[in-house]
């Protein structure tokens, strides 16, 4: 759908520069169809968007659950968008644990606590000056009912809209969901010799 506006404007610009008839309702032809399976899909989509937002709270979960699993990018970009908005917390809980599965890494950046004792806030900032302030937390070994994942000594578990990680006893962290696209909370590293607050997009 978001190529329509283009293919619309070649046609046009093809047009002006002098397109013989034949090939000229051709392409209006092929415009026309397009425009007519772009306003279906539209109408599609809308009538999902009532139905995530509507009062009956089994068809949104259901809705998005079959939105997600539809194979379809579109529709599940959208069921992601509607159900981290969304003001039921069962549905915002599934669209949280579904899109954050649904990625190969976490990307998590981080700053020194400042409610953290001063000897740790310390031996935070010298780690950030060795190592860099951003943390990769891999989501490998999914499985997507029980909301967990495993990969080599990293494994995590998401419940409602809150993560908890950890590699090994060496890092752990607890996030959670503060808007439709952001996660923020605490990491320590180094065996809770370092603490920091940590933030990252899900989008």
Not at 15 to 41: C, D, N, V, Y
Not at 92 to 101: D, H, N, P
Not at 112 to 134: C, T, W
Not at 136 to 153: H, L
Request: charged share 20%; hydrophobic share 40%.
């Amino acid at each position: 759908m978001r190529r329509l506006p283009l293919y619309i404007a070649m046609l046009a610009a093809v047009g002006t520069a002098g397109l013989s008839l034949p090939s000229a309702a051709h392409a209006q032809g092929t415009a026309a169809e397009i425009l007519e399976r772009a306003r279906g899909q539209a109408r599609d989509i809308e009538e999902l968007r009532k139905v995530l937002n509507g009062p009956d709270q089994n068809m949104r979960l259901a809705t998005f659950d079959a939105m997600v699993k539809s194979g379809d990018e579109a529709l599940r970009l959208i069921a992601y968008e509607t159900g981290l908005a969304s003001a039921d917390s069962v549905l915002r809980a599934m669209a949280f644990k579904a899109l954050l599965l649904s990625q190969n890494n976490l990307h998590l950046t981080l700053t020194p606590d400042p409610a953290a004792p001063k000897p740790i806030q310390e031996a935070s900032a010298d780690y950030l000056v060795k190592n860099g302030s951003g943390l990769v937390v891999p989501i490998d070994g999914r499985n997507a009912e029980a909301g967990t994942f495993k990969s080599s000594y990293w494994q995590g578990q998401v419940s409602g809209t809150e993560l908890v990680f950890n590699y090994s006893s060496r890092i752990t962290g607890t996030m959670s969901l503060q808007d439709d696209n952001a996660v923020a909370g605490v990491v320590r590293l180094d065996s809770g010799r370092t603490q920091f607050l940590a933030s990252g997009k899900l989008r």
